[in-house]
């Protein structure tokens, strides 16, 4: 997990994403050049089809937003439908595994850590 500001945390976002669509579109011209490189892509076909769930940014549907006293998830405008269902089960995780409390627990070991003495 990255932690970032909104104005960062979404710039990063968007790169990423955009990056991914461009090597996936530039990967399926090129497969698509020869008879060659189609069978082949017919004998990987699940391998791609595993490539292409890995960086579906709506397999993970949202992301915590951090500081806020609870679960609390974000998620694009533009999300469909797989993507706010992935949202809501990622959010149902992030509760059931109680992760805003060890945050807080993490959080609070390392203040006594951190504390500067005059």
Not at 2 to 11: H, L, M, P, R
Not at 61 to 81: D, E, Q, R
Not at 91 to 98: E, G, I, Q, T
């Amino acid at each position: 997990m990255i932690v970032t500001d909104g104005f960062i945390g979404n710039v990063a976002l968007k790169t990423s994403e955009g990056v991914a669509n461009l090597v996936r579109a530039t990967l399926k011209e090129t497969l698509a050049a020869t008879i060659t490189r189609q069978v082949g892509y017919l004998l990987s076909r699940s391998a791609f089809s595993d490539f292409k769930k890995r960086i579906d940014h709506t397999e993970y549907g949202g992301a915590p937003l951090l500081g806020v006293k609870g679960a609390c998830f974000v998620t694009h405008g533009s999300s469909n439908v797989n993507a706010i269902k992935n949202a809501i089960r990622v959010a149902a995780d992030f509760v059931d595994r109680n992760i805003t409390s060890n945050i807080e627990t993490e959080m609070a070991a390392l203040r006594p850590a951190a504390a500067v003495t005059p």
